[in-house]
């Protein structure tokens, strides 16, 4: 018989409740939604919007960030340690689009201050 140790229920937990949470951002319509881990310093969820903005699908944009990022690479990386001392930031980056053009957008960068999902 299998046992499963408590940090591989934790780790099943966390997934399930990733899971949760992008379901739920899914649905967002009105603005391209990105899901960023500064632990991980990676993408993790762009939901369906950034189709719209960039031609890239959802799991190509979380596959392909780090490129899709790179025209505004010092800006993205500065908005993010802004986010040590403020709670939201504004924004404006220029982004690799499917097509290879650079597209401009402007958004706000904010962390998530408490729970599971804290400092992502």
């Avoid at 990733?18 to 500064?38: C, K, M, N, P, V």
Wanted: aromatic share 6%; proline share 3%; charged share 20%.
């Amino acid at each position: 018989s299998s046992t499963m140790r408590t940090s591989e229920l934790g780790s099943d937990q966390f997934t399930l409740d990733h899971r949760r949470l992008f379901d739920s951002l899914r649905s967002e319509t009105g603005a391209a939604i990105l899901l960023y881990s500064q632990k991980e310093n990676k993408l993790l969820f762009a939901n369906q919007q950034c189709k719209q903005l960039l031609g890239w699908g959802s799991d190509k944009v979380v596959q392909l960030f780090p490129e899709i990022v790179q025209p505004s690479k010092e800006e993205w990386q500065t908005a993010l340690s802004r986010l040590a001392s403020e709670p939201e930031t504004r924004v404006q980056l220029s982004l690799k689009a499917k097509t290879g053009s650079d597209v401009s957008v402007q958004g706000i960068i904010g962390s998530i201050p408490t729970g599971l999902f804290k400092h992502h």
